[in-house]
């Protein structure tokens, strides 16, 4: 009878195992790829109403949208973060050595266009990269932000592949280029 008790507490430990392990790996899979990130899998969702579009530094507007086809990076940055300045010249370094391969966009966090020209001006504007204007801080409550900066990832199929909240560093900024190459 003890025996019997054994084995059976031996399977349901395996099985309790197995169904932790698959729950892990399926939340770590499906949220990667943005299907419980709010993003879904299409750009179109970071993109804002008609009401408060995204512009460039000089005013024109851009729909992130148009960026699908393309390996895709998106940080947002404020002249308030100290992190921002090296995160956007490290960007500027990955956009020099990958050319055409890759569209990076630094999205600004609720700044006037002229509070934006002056920090770009003052750290010396990061050559290659997309700035982008969000006065109305769209696209960090679409990506659920709380760790400034944040750096979103996309192949070109425009599927979410990595988020970094905080930090990022150039060794983990090089490993998510080349997860998005592919």
Do not use: C
Not at 27 to 44: E, W
Not at 130 to 156: C, W
Not at 160 to 169: A, D, F, I, M, P
Request: hydrophobic share 40%; charged share 25%.
């Amino acid at each position: 009878m003890q025996e019997k008790l054994k084995d059976n507490w031996k399977t349901l430990s395996l099985l309790v195992g197995i169904l932790i392990i698959t729950g892990y790996l399926t939340y770590s899979y499906t949220t990667s790829r943005g299907i419980f990130s709010g993003l879904s899998d299409d750009l179109k969702m970071i993109d804002p109403d008609v009401a408060s579009p995204y512009t460039d530094i000089n005013g024109e507007i851009i729909e992130l949208v148009s960026f699908k086809g393309k390996p895709l990076i998106i940080n947002s940055w404020a002249s308030w973060i100290p992190f921002s300045q090296s995160e956007l010249l490290l960007l500027s370094e990955v956009k020099k050595k990958k050319g055409e391969s890759v569209e990076i966009l630094a999205i600004n966090r609720m700044e006037s266009l002229s509070t934006m020209k002056a920090y770009l001006a003052f750290i010396g504007t990061p050559e290659g990269l997309v700035v982008i204007a969000d006065q109305s801080d769209h696209f960090y409550k679409a990506v659920e932000g709380y760790a400034m900066p944040e750096t979103l990832f996309y192949n070109r199929d425009g599927i979410l592949v990595g988020h970094k909240r905080g930090v990022l560093s150039n060794d983990e900024l090089q490993e998510y280029v080349e997860l998005i190459l592919r």
